[in-house]
Each structure stands twice: as structure tokens, then as C-alpha cells.
């Protein structure tokens, strides 16, 4: 079974060449090395000459992303990928040296599955906790805990390994939102359409953020409507939720259009 795993690192960068650089370090002192680099690269001019040179020292692909947002350079990546297997990666990661090996393990159990890791997350360099498990789609729009590991719509934003398939067939993440809970939406989304999430036991990465950053309130809204209205539907829980947001009224008949959209034929990305 290992023969026929072949697991694509899809790496989204921005105008963090020491953090870039950290993490291919990192990637590259594997116990076991991916299939390939993908390094997707949405830095402004000043930056992307230098990234290119950075991911080509370490034997990466270099794409110039679409500069449309972290999401679209999620789906963009993922296209450009070859492996039977995508492993999303940002660029302030840091994964200990037996990091892929475990994903493969993992992989192997399960190929058709999507996979998740655990994440210890630092601010400014100083440690504000660890979780061993990602996040799924609470029915507020942010993301609540996973009860089952082996059977979730659980999503790492940038810790996830997805089947080719996914995005083969035309599956992608919202790209309207800036940072928020467009992810914690794909996994339900997925999820609905035959993908279930699991839990890589002891797989945990590095997370070296330089700011707190806040999720897009927008995006908290879009996430609520879908999963009350089509994942797990419950109009009093859709009002609870909603209520209090009142000052983005005026925004929730495109983000109701939206949802519609996108779920009533789930079966379309």
C-alpha cells in the first residue's frame, strides 16, 4: 500500500521568507520525504523573486498564486498537485521529524478518508496552548470540538490531508471570505458528500503566528447558515445563532443566496 501513496505537500506562502524558510527546513529533515513540494506563492513583487529562489533551493515547485486570498491559493495549489494525496501546509508550520511519517501511516489505514492533525500554537514565539484535535463546524459558524476522531467533518485549516479526488472532481473551499470559517464550511461540505473526517492520533505541527487574527464575522455568518439550513437543519437554532449579528443584517440575504447555491445540489462544488 505504501508504493501507491503519493503524498503532495501544497505549501500557500505570503511575504514570510524567514518563516518559509523555517518550514522547508523542517519538511525537508523528514523521517520520510513527501512525493512532492508545491509551494504556492502569493507575495507582492518585492517578495516573490526571492520566495522562488528559497522553494527551488529546496527542491520545491513554484507556482505564483492567484493573489485572491488565502482560500483561493488553497484551491489553486491543490489543483496544481500530482500525489494520490494533498497535505495542506502554511508557511509559519514547523513539523517534528517523524511528522509525515505518521500522516502516511495514517493514509494507508484509511486512503479514502481526509485527515487531520493536532496543533501547538505560538504567539509572537511564546507558547498559548495545544489541542491534539482540529476543529469541526459548530452549528454557531466557529468551530467546536470533535467528539468522534475516526468519524467528523473536523477541518485544520492548514494541517489537512485531503484525497486528490476532492478537488479532481471539483470540490473548493469558499474563496469569498477573508480568514475565518470558509475551512470549518468544506469539512461539512465534504463531509455530506461521502468524505468523513479522521483524526491523525499524536500528529501534531507548530504553529508560529505573528498576530491574533480574527475570523472574517461575514464568514461566521455564511458557515451558520449552511449548517442550519442544509447540514443539520433547525430554524430556531439558525435564529439563536443569527440574532445577535443583526449588525450584518443587511448582508444576509447574499450570504442566504450564497448558501443556497452551493448546498441544494450537494453533489456540486
Not at 521568507?17 to 529533515?29: D, G, H, N
Not at 498559548?128 to 485544520?156: C, F, K, M, Y
Amino acid at each position: 500500500m505504501a508504493s501507491e501513496i503519493l503524498l503532495s505537500i501544497a505549501l500557500v506562502t505570503r511575504n514570510r521568507l524567514e518563516f518559509l524558510q523555517r518550514c522547508l527546513k523542517s519538511l525537508r529533515q523528514q523521517s520520510v520525504q513527501p512525493f512532492e513540494i508545491v509551494v504556492s506563492d502569493d507575495s507582492d513583487d518585492s517578495y516573490s523573486e526571492l520566495t522562488r529562489a528559497l522553494a527551488l533551493d529546496h527542491g520545491c515547485r513554484y507556482l505564483g498564486g492567484p493573489r485572491r486570498g488565502l482560500y483561493a491559493n488553497r484551491n489553486f495549489v491543490a489543483q496544481h498537485c500530482q500525489g494520490t494525496h494533498i497535505r495542506t501546509v502554511d508557511d509559519d508550520h514547523v513539523l517534528s521529524t517523524d511528522h509525515l511519517a505518521r500522516c502516511l501511516g495514517s493514509i494507508e489505514e484509511d486512503p479514502g478518508a481526509v485527515w487531520t492533525t493536532g496543533e501547538t500554537g505560538y504567539l509572537d514565539g511564546k507558547l498559548v496552548g495545544s489541542t491534539a484535535r482540529a476543529n469541526q463546524l459548530h452549528p454557531s459558524g466557529v468551530g467546536g470540538p470533535i467528539e468522534n476522531p475516526n468519524d467528523n467533518w473536523g477541518i485544520s485549516d492548514g494541517s489537512t490531508i485531503y484525497p486528490s479526488e476532492v478537488f479532481a472532481r471539483g470540490f473548493r473551499m469558499v474563496e469569498t471570505f477573508g480568514f475565518g470559517s470558509s475551512y470549518l464550511e468544506f469539512g461539512a461540505f465534504l463531509y455530506v458528500n461521502g468524505w468523513k473526517c479522521r483524526c491523525i492520533p499524536e500528529a501534531m505541527v507548530e504553529h508560529y503566528a505573528t498576530r491574533l487574527r480574527l475570523p472574517d464575522p461575514l464568514s461566521v455568518s455564511f458557515a451558520c447558515i449552511c449548517y442550519n439550513s442544509y447540514f443539520r437543519p433547525s430554524r430556531a437554532r439558525l435564529i439563536r445563532y443569527l440574532a445577535p449579528r443583526w449588525r450584518s443584517w443587511i448582508e444576509m440575504p447574499k450570504l442566504f443566496q450564497q448558501a443556497r447555491q452551493r448546498w441544494a445540489n450537494r453533489s456540486r462544488a
